[in-house]
């Protein structure tokens, strides 16, 4: 039983890798490009408890509102809105909502 479950938690860690691979290179991506697809793949890949350090790192520098990190695209929505991606923030600097689509305000 405790070699079933040691193989497990190594399956569980091996196959984390992967998407955390996969964020740093759409984000990379996103970064040198500021595209839609990429922007999206990478807000795709995020862990729910993300940081807001973590989205930096991936990211790069948002747009800082205080309450909201924002990461423009090079795209224009037919409502002529730039489009990206928001991440909302509590009081207490925590991601608790994020979303990309166009943002018009």
């Known amino acids: 039983m405790k070699k079933h479950i040691n193989c497990l938690f190594l399956l569980a860690l091996f196959s984390g890798c992967a998407p955390k691979e996969d964020v ?5 991506h996103y970064k040198k490009h500021q595209d839609f697809k990429s922007l999206v793949k ?3 890949l995020m862990p729910t408890a993300i940081t807001t350090s973590q989205v930096k790192k991936i990211l790069g520098e948002p747009i800082d509102n205080g309450f909201d990190y924002r990461y423009l695209t090079d795209s224009i929505s037919p409502n002529k809105c730039p489009v990206g991606a928001v991440f909302n923030i509590d ?7 994020r979303w990309v689509d166009e943002i018009c305000e």
Request: a positive charge.
């Open 91 to 97: 009081l207490q600097g925590k991601i608790i909502h």
């Open 24 to 28: 740093v290179k759409y984000g990379q």
């Open 42 to 44: 990478a807000v795709e």
